[in-house]
């Protein structure tokens, strides 16, 4: 059990030892404080104490997510109020954010939304080692009552992966959910139908006479587009006969460009002062989006 002074420049560059899986770094400044450095990379913090004449180790949080500083403090804690102190620090809220801290999806402010608005108020504060299957269940059967199981299923998805993260760095955790916890099919999620040409036809004939919300149903219906992808279409993104979705607002995450057909270009609105925004009520804002029914 290699001991030194741990310093910062010493963390960001600690090897696992030749011969060793894994290897424990003792810190000689906090007693008990190491840093487990593994095969893969991987660098997590660990508090090694004796209760009860066995010894045992906590695990709280991985480097550099949670600093060296962090780590001595949190040591301090569990030695003077007792090692419940730092597994319970361990919350569902704390693993969350450390994952959001480091997830670069395109997605990330969509499930931190759906984190505080569904989970957070439920679980947020439970540590998540002591999280059960159970809990998920009720949490999802809440969901489910409230917001319907679609909804259900996605907080589902979210919570997933997130856990899977955090067991995939954990020596210890296993997450708590298993297969078979959804609460819908894919059969039941995708679209009975797609509208027939007559349907369509309908459609097109009351736009034309919903103003001013009918060019903005006509384009969505030209184009194929998102509904929010269509609201917010900005002037700035036409070139000619293409119009060119940024990736800040495409699902990809990169530029998606859209042949305008004639008729397409035809019924774009005309532009409002210098509003940029290409569907807009008041002629500052993407006003079509907010719009109940579309």
């Not at 403090?73 to 109020?81: F, G, Q």
């Amino acid at each position: 059990m290699p001991r030194r002074l741990l310093t910062d420049r010493f963390c960001a560059h600690a090897k696992v030892r030749e011969g060793e899986v894994q290897t424990d770094y003792f810190d000689e400044e906090t007693k008990g404080l190491a840093l487990r450095v593994s095969r893969s990379g991987l660098k997590s913090w660990t508090y090694h104490y004796t209760a009860i004449g066995k010894r045992s180790r906590l695990t709280f949080g991985n480097y550099p997510a949670t600093s060296l500083g962090s780590a001595r403090t949190r040591a301090d804690e569990a030695r003077s109020r007792g090692p419940q102190a730092i597994s319970k620090a361990e919350t569902l809220r704390a693993i969350c954010d450390e994952y959001l801290s480091r997830c670069n999806l395109r997605t990330k402010e969509w499930r931190r939304a759906v984190l505080e608005r569904v989970v957070y108020p439920v679980l947020g504060a439970k540590p998540i080692d002591d999280i059960r299957r159970s809990d998920i269940v009720q949490l999802l059967d809440k969901i489910e009552d409230e917001r319907g199981g679609p909804m259900a299923d996605q907080t589902l998805a979210v919570v997933r992966k997130i856990m899977n993260w955090h067991a995939s760095r954990s020596d210890e955790f296993r997450s708590p959910i298993v297969r078979g916890m959804a609460r819908t099919k894919p059969k039941e999620r995708a679209r009975e139908r797609t509208l027939t040409d007559d349907e369509l036809r309908l459609v097109w004939k009351a736009a034309e006479e919903a103003k001013p919300l009918g060019c903005f149903m006509q384009f969505v219906l030209l184009t194929a587009a998102r509904r929010s992808e269509a609201a917010q279409a900005r002037r700035s993104e036409l070139a000619g006969a293409d119009w060119i979705i940024p990736g800040s607002r495409y699902k990809t995450g990169k530029d998606h460009l859209i042949p305008l057909s004639a008729l397409a270009q035809k019924i774009l609105p005309k532009r409002k002062g210098g509003n940029d925004f290409i569907f807009s009520i008041d002629g500052a804002n993407p006003g079509f989006e907010l719009q109940s029914g579309v």
